[in-house]
Nanobody
């Protein structure tokens, strides 16, 4: 059974940095893309960084990295803003098995 487990969330002051990690377990065949979405309170889930695509709101501040050998994906978040506060979800799409989601990790940015 495939599972995605996020880590690295927490409370940080505005201007600070966090690094999120997403570890996969189980077998995922032919991964097409890995990335991150987020959902802020009262808002819909939105793309943050998937593959090489970044949301405009995070360009220049967030960097996605993928370790193919470990099927792990990271999100380096710098210059964090209060509006980055959200639950961040790991996302993996496979050519053969469809999409998988993690349970999320909370990032809170205080002003």
């Amino acid at each position: 059974q495939v599972q995605l487990v996020e880590s690295g969330g927490g409370l940080v002051q505005a201007g600070g940095s966090l690094r999120l990690s997403c570890a996969t377990s189980g077998t995922i065949f032919r991964i097409r893309v890995m990335g991150w979405y987020r959902q802020a309170p009262g808002k819909q889930r939105e793309l943050v960084a998937v593959g090489t695509t970044y949301a405009d709101s995070v360009k220049g501040r967030f960097t996605i990295a993928r370790d193919n050998a470990r099927n792990t994906v990271y999100l380096q978040m710098n210059s964090l803003k209060p509006e980055d506060t959200a639950v961040y979800y790991c996302y993996v799409n496979s050519f053969d098995q469809g999409s998988f989601w993690g349970k999320g990790t909370l990032v809170t940015v205080s002003s």
